[in-house]
Nanobody, 121 residues
Framework: QVQLVESGGGWVQPGGSLRLSCAAS????????MKWYRQAPGKERELVAA????????TYADSVKGRFTISRDNAKNTVYLQMNSLKPEDTAVYYC??????????????WGQGTQVTVSL
């Protein structure tokens, strides 16, 4: 079973930066597309960014494009989300997920505990 552990969240002021990590185990990490999602209070979980199995292809939600960067280190079975120029609207619990195909829905059994990101004064 896929196991994903998110970390790196915290509280930052608007304009600050955070780097999230997602440590993966239980599957062939290098064969999977990795995605970051977030869920703000009272809102649905939304896709933030995705990265192909080799790291050569990335996609971003319009709301974070130009500010966030997704990357991966297949040797460490870890995917990262570098978040710069953070805004209060970025406040959410951030989760990662793994899929074999770009179009796959997230695996409902592989969500980790998430990591809280709070952006406020």
């Amino acid at each position: 079973q896929v196991q994903l552990v998110e970390s790196g969240g915290g509280w930052v002021q608007p304009g600050g930066s955070l780097r999230l990590s997602c440590a993966a185990s239980g599957f062939s990490f290098s064969s999977y597309v990795m995605k970051w999602y977030r869920q703000a209070p009272g809102k649905e979980r939304e896709l933030v960014a995705a990265i192909g199995s080799t790291g050569g292809t990335t996609t971003y939600a319009d709301s974070v494009k130009g500010r966030f960067t997704i990357s991966r280190d297949n040797a460490k079975n870890t995917v990262y989300l570098q978040m710069n120029s953070l805004k209060p609207e970025d406040t959410a619990v951030y989760y990662c997920n793994a899929v074999l195909l770009w179009s796959d829905y997230p695996d409902p059994y592989s969500w980790g505990q998430g990591t809280q990101v709070t952006v406020s004064l």
